[in-house]
């Protein structure tokens, strides 16, 4: 088993219109527990009281105004230093444009309610949503989904799940994703530990342009045997070619 120093991105680069601070680098020994507050779990009251703030707030619709037309009208008002009061109306047209399916407006939706912005914070209802965008194939959704089930925030821990969302967007050429399930490989977390399945997808992720992952794949290799390199180099090349990302 692998045991130097790696490092895991504890939340997904920034959200792509709006610029979202990333919480966190964390870099902790391969054999220490994953124990980071990212999101905390608010009392119903206080949520239902934000949904009532927000629908109040927020102006009518037209009738032909579509879920895309709100998603980029709550994308122009969640905006680095906004007030709360347009937070609040971004977390509804948000939320409008997410019950009719835009897996983006729920996977931005899913992100104010880990932040509190515009919401409560609610860790149940940021798993709802972003579970909703990762079962339709959304790329941000799956990597989010996936931290949330390794770090055990608003869901059981489940490593078997973090492994299912981790390389569902992995395959879909998520650097992230690939460096966090390598480290599960390494650690045999819910995978059969596996270092040449570890150097792989760190590998991997490395050619993507994650620098992190850059340092993981070199401090595994110096742990590794000639016969083990060998393989991981194997794999790394038939991934490449199964992924043609």
């Not at 480290?183 to 050619?207: H, K, N, P, R, T």
């Amino acid at each position: 088993m692998l045991t130097a120093e790696y490092r895991i991105v504890a939340l997904h680069r920034c959200l792509a219109p709006v610029l979202f601070p990333a919480l966190c680098l964390l870099a902790f020994a391969a054999a220490a527990d994953i124990n980071v507050s990212i999101l905390r779990e608010a009392s119903k009251q206080g949520d239902a009281a934000a949904a009532a703030s927000t629908s109040a707030k927020a102006p009518a619709s037209s009738s032909q105004e579509t879920p895309n037309t709100w998603y980029q009208r709550a994308s122009a008002l969640d905006r680095r230093g906004a007030s709360n009061e347009d937070l609040v109306s971004a977390a509804h047209w948000y939320r409008k444009a997410a019950e009719k399916g835009h897996t983006d407006a729920q996977t931005n939706l899913a992100v104010m309610y880990t932040e509190g912005r515009g919401v409560t914070v609610n860790g149940l209802e940021a798993v709802r949503w972003f579970r909703a965008a990762a079962e339709a194939g959304n790329v941000r959704a799956q990597y989010s989904l996936a931290l949330m089930y390794h770090l055990g925030q608003g869901v059981d821990q489940d490593y078997a799940d973090a492994i299912h969302w981790y390389e569902s967007a992995a395959r879909q050429g998520d650097a992230n994703a690939m460096n966090n399930m390598a480290f599960m490989y390494g650690m045999g977390e819910g995978v059969e530990q596996s270092d040449v399945e570890a150097y792989a997808w760190f590998a991997l992720a490395a050619s993507r342009g994650n620098a992190d992952a850059a340092e993981n794949r070199d401090l595994a290799a110096q742990e590794m045997t000639p016969e083990d390199r060998r393989k991981a180099g194997q794999r790394y090349s038939q991934l490449e070619e199964q992924l043609e990302l």
